[in-house]
């Protein structure tokens, strides 16, 4: 994943750099110069921003909605601040001059670097993808508060202790899952979760 990316005029076009997924058709701005993905529990989003170098335009799409424009800009650097997901996360684009008509954008996120975003979300959540009558579901664990999310959606659980550790029980479509935490006995390795789909197993998480 790239997190930092860099501009010098010119560049090429919109269409070179991106490629959507969305079924429906859309006007992609031609300044497009970074594009992100970043992991909430309730989905992930793309990011991308366009930056006009003459007018000093501005705009940010998430997921292809245009979320934020600023058509005219007298300074060509500075920050844009969104929000992403549920949660309204704190999202802020940094543009900065390194030289001449050359350009460098960063995206923070949650007051964090991308980057260090990223580790922290790989302590704090599990996440597995589990495909259920046909249909793949992303089920997010977030460690702190034990809350699960299923393709977006905050889960309704339930919770106990067991002899080995706890389980959360909850259900996907008509399919009991259970995710256990117990400790694997070692001090640096803490807590072990395991998603369980009617009782098998499901493979160990991505994140």
């Known amino acids: 994943m790239q997190l930092l990316l860099r501009r010098q005029d010119p560049v090429p076009s ?22 992100w993905e970043v992991a909430l529990s309730d989905g992930v989003y793309r990011i991308e921003f366009a930056h006009g170098t003459t007018t000093g335009k501005r705009v940010v799409y998430v997921n292809g909605t245009e979320v934020l424009r600023k058509d005219w800009m007298f300074k060509l650097v500075g920050k844009e601040t969104f929000t992403l997901g549920r949660a309204d996360t704190k ?19 949650d007051g964090k670097s991308l980057q260090k975003f990223i580790d922290n979300r790989a302590k704090t959540t599990k996440t597995w993808v589990v495909q259920v009558d046909g249909t793949d ?8 508060t034990m809350d699960v999310w299923c393709n977006g959606q905050k889960m309704d659980t339930t919770g106990e ?9 909850f259900l996907v479509g008509e399919h009991d899952c259970c995710i256990k935490a117990m400790s694997c006995g070692k001090k640096k390795n803490g807590i072990v979760h395991c998603l369980l789909l009617d009782g098998e197993k499901v493979p160990a998480p991505t994140q």
């Open 161 to 169: 202790f067991v002899d080995d550790g706890t389980e959360t029980h």
């Open 137 to 144: 579901y992303r089920v997010v664990l977030e460690k702190d």
């Open 91 to 109: 999202a802020t684009i940094n543009i900065e001059a390194i030289s001449g008509f050359t350009y460098e954008y960063s995206l923070n996120v």
């Open 14 to 35: 919109a269409f070179q750099l991106l490629r959507t997924s969305s079924a429906e058709p859309r006007m992609v701005c031609g300044d497009v110069v970074a594009v």
